[in-house]
């Protein structure tokens, strides 16, 4: 992403916080914060980017039941997926504002509103799913969580997804030369961009729901993402060589908007925080099932699947790991002691 356009999306989010504070105020000051003594009721909209029968989605909707139940219907929260409330960033600030109450999105658009979350984005970062998850369950991934709070939103939990590879239309991509000439798609606000450039290629800000299209048309020969992604979107009908370079691996958050989670007493509060961390494991399970789901649909669809040695793409980006290795050494020494 250009200087301009990261200096644009700043300041716009800062103009966003001011604005969330600012209507806060004015409801404090009213007596009615919305805050509610333990036992009062709630009535929130959870947004999604994926379809419903997605692994995240599907644990969006385990948690909104489990927690109707739990509450006897005190907290009422609506899932609504296909991004149906908007694309992921715009949701971000309507969670800001509190406009939209809660949503789950992924780590690499957390970016723009919360510089500490850049450090998911740093390639090769964990070295499996193990370590991954080591990280995110150990006290790191915690305290990483409750960064979240500088910006107005609670993170509650985690949920997976997988390594992030890339998938092209044209040109298949086996080693990173291959990325010369290659427009890729990347997530608004990531560090994503910087690792294509590194390795060679140019990129391209693109909304998800933007990308078949993009594809389709050619405005961009390639984009990245897990199997599931992949396959959900359909993206590999109009890009069918993937590369599994495994150059990130971005954890999914479910977070809450400062302003609704104010709404609920303590015990509320404990059982909301409770029952996202059990929707992490149903998350988990459904997850692994999807993956091997999705490598079967590409298998059959005869998608060329290039495996390819990740210790090259680790290499050309090498520089750009050392710089936000140093930038973000607090949060490399955690991942490193969750590699023990
Ligand atoms: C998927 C994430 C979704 C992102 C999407 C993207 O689950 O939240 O928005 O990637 O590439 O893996 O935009």
Redesign the pocket.
Known sequence: MSLRKTLFTRSRSRIVVLLATAAMLTLAMAGCGGSSAAGGSVSWRLAE??PRD?P?TQADIWFADQLRERSNGRIDIEVFPDAQLGE?RDVMEQVQLGSVEMT???A??VTEFVDSWEAFGIPYVFDDEQHFWNYLNGPGGKSKLAELDQAGYVGLTYYD??A?NFYTAGEPIEKPADLQGQNI????GSLTAEMVDAMGGSSTTM??SE?YSGLETGVIEG????L??YVSTGHYEVADDITLDRHQR?P?VLMVGEQAWNQLGEQDKKLVRQVAEESTEVQRELWRKEVEKARKTLEDSGVNIHEVDTAKFRESVSGMIDKYDEKFADFVSAVDEARQ
Do not use: D
């Not at 984009?223 to 897990?226: G, R, S, V």
């Open positions: 980017t994926h997605f995240t992921e789950r999105t992924n690499n658009l997804s997988g992030r798609r990347v997530q608004p909304n998800f990308v984009a990245e993402n897990n599931p992604s971005v999914e």
